[in-house]
């Protein structure tokens, strides 16, 4: 199977579930997380793991891409490294609607204690890759067993 080039697309809780399972262990460094408060956007540029061509063999592929999220009020986070080089394992990304849909909150839940969580207007996501993907032997397994 070879690499792809994926371009999502999500306003609803079942596009977010769609990006989601498109992101889970995607890695991420801290100073590729960013806020922009008068934009009123947060994104963050990671190296996506490809599930969608994944098979129980290697070789495996992983791409940069870029997670964008529009319509953010604001954004909280909890134990994101300050070290240059921590890298953090996004596991999944929830919403919960607000007292004002479609408003409501989108978290981000990473590997550890690690949160970051954006108050939105709606959902709003983008994912979309950005380069060349690269074969990786590794693949993700959460502790199962095969």
Known sequence: MEASVLKLLAEDSEGLGIVAAAVQDALVKPQD???????????????????????????????????????????????????????????????????????????LVFAGKTQIQLVVECIDVTLMDTGTAWPTSRKPDHGRSS
């Open 33 to 107: 997380i960013k806020f922009d408060k008068r934009g009123r956007t947060f994104g963050l540029e990671i190296n996506r793991f490809q599930w969608e061509t994944a098979d129980k063999r290697p070789p495996f592929f992983r791409s940069r891409a870029v997670l964008a999220f529009g319509g953010v009020e604001t954004a909280r986070s909890r134990s994101v490294s300050k070290d240059i080089d921590a890298v953090h394992d996004l596991l999944d990304i929830w919403f919960e609607a607000g007292a004002e849909p479609p408003g409501g909150i989108v978290t």
